[in-house]
């Protein structure tokens, strides 16, 4: 079973950026879909951007333009960055398998504030 652990977040004043990364503990190659979900305090936790195998992306509407998925397939490590945050952009953001739900990470934690 692929363990996946989130990193790179903080404390970031509005309109600033991140790269967040999510490290696997085995290959992902073979997941087709990755992607990246957020749950902010009180709120159920959302698609945030997904990426398949070929390169393809699709974001939340919310994020588009601002936030940038990538994965790297020899490094089994898929990244979000994100700029031109926004305080509502705040919450726990996790990653995983899209279709095929695995074990959560831990998440990492992301303020925007000033």
């Known amino acids: 079973q692929v363990q996946l652990v989130e990193s790179g977040g903080g404390l970031v004043q509005p309109g600033g950026s991140l790269r967040l990364s999510c490290a696997a503990s085995?290959?992902?190659?073979?997941?087709?879909?990755m992607a990246w979900y957020r749950q902010a305090p009180g709120k159920q936790r959302e698609l945030v951007a997904r990426?398949?195998?070929?390169?393809?992306?699709n974001y939340a509407d919310s994020v588009k333009g601002r936030f940038t998925i990538s994965r790297d397939n020899a490094k089994n490590t898929v990244y979000l960055q994100m700029n031109s945050l926004k305080p509502d952009d705040t919450a726990v953001y996790y990653c995983?398998?899209?279709?095929?739900?695995?074990?959560w990470g831990p998440g990492t934690q992301v303020t925007v504030s000033s």
């Open positions: 085995g290959s992902i190659s073979s997941i087709y879909a």
């Open positions: 990426i398949n195998n070929a390169g393809g992306t």
């Open positions: 995983n398998d899209y279709f095929v739900s695995r074990s």
